[in-house]
């Protein structure tokens, strides 16, 4: 038997973050896409059919945390779902070293999530939060000088997820320790065709990482 999760009868899901999340959900009838958000509503049906979960996914493709606290409001707030699976962070690496007009460098980063999970908190206290780690699907000693600079980079925006997660008392999915784990074993084309976006099987691993935290007792992975 596979572990229960700590989702109820009834309750509401929403996912939201940026392209990895979207997965084409806006082209998709039941609004899933056809990424890990799908394969974590298949898992569960499947392992918890009695349960009868309400899934959303308010991924948006390109979004930064900026872009999360322009929509914040209407896709996350007023769905007053009782979890809340947040999954946001590659976008701003690359802003920041392509050092863009709306460049998000590590701390921005970590004022910009920090007030959007303190509004939560203070209109809808009671929602769980899942924050799910940013990745980058690349081993350094195969890496080009650009992913390189992403690897190097990196490290400082996960540190904030971690500590978000602490300060917030959600559930953290330690996602890019994830897959650099199962790069040892791996190559990378095996779960992604670059190092961003994922394929179905690297997606798998999202919604199966997602669906552990979820089975865990207590607050974190």
């Not at 999970?117 to 000693?141: H, S």
């Not at 559930?171 to 779960?191: D, G, I, K, S």
């Amino acid at each position: 038997m596979y572990p229960q999760t700590c989702l109820k009868n009834a309750e509401t899901i929403l996912f939201i973050g940026d392209s990895i999340t979207d997965c084409g959900r806006r082209d998709d009838p039941a609004g899933l896409g056809t990424g890990y958000v799908r394969f974590f509503t298949d898992l569960q049906m499947i392992r918890e059919p009695e349960k009868d979960i309400r899934v959303l996914n308010r991924g948006v493709s390109g979004d930064t945390v900026l872009d999360l606290k322009d929509r914040w409001q209407q896709d996350a707030l007023a769905q007053a779902p009782d979890w809340l699976v947040v999954k946001i962070g590659i976008n701003d690496v690359h802003t920041f070293l392509r050092d863009d007009e709306r460049s998000v460098d590590a701390l921005m980063y970590e004022d910009v999530y920090r007030e959007l999970l303190q509004q939560l908190r203070e209109q809808q206290p009671e929602v769980n939060l899942v924050l799910v780690e940013p990745f980058y699907i690349c081993l350094e000693k195969n890496a080009a000088p650009w992913q390189s600079s992403v690897l190097q980079v990196l490290p400082g925006y996960l540190d904030v997820v971690k500590r978000l997660a602490g300060e917030f008392s959600a559930r953290h999915v330690p996602l890019h320790t994830r897959f650099q784990e199962l790069l040892r074993h791996q190559p990378a084309e095996r779960f992604c065709p670059e190092p961003v976006h994922p394929n179905p099987t690297g997606h798998l691993v999202i919604a199966e990482a997602v669906y552990a935290a979820l089975a865990l007792q207590g607050d974190a992975v």
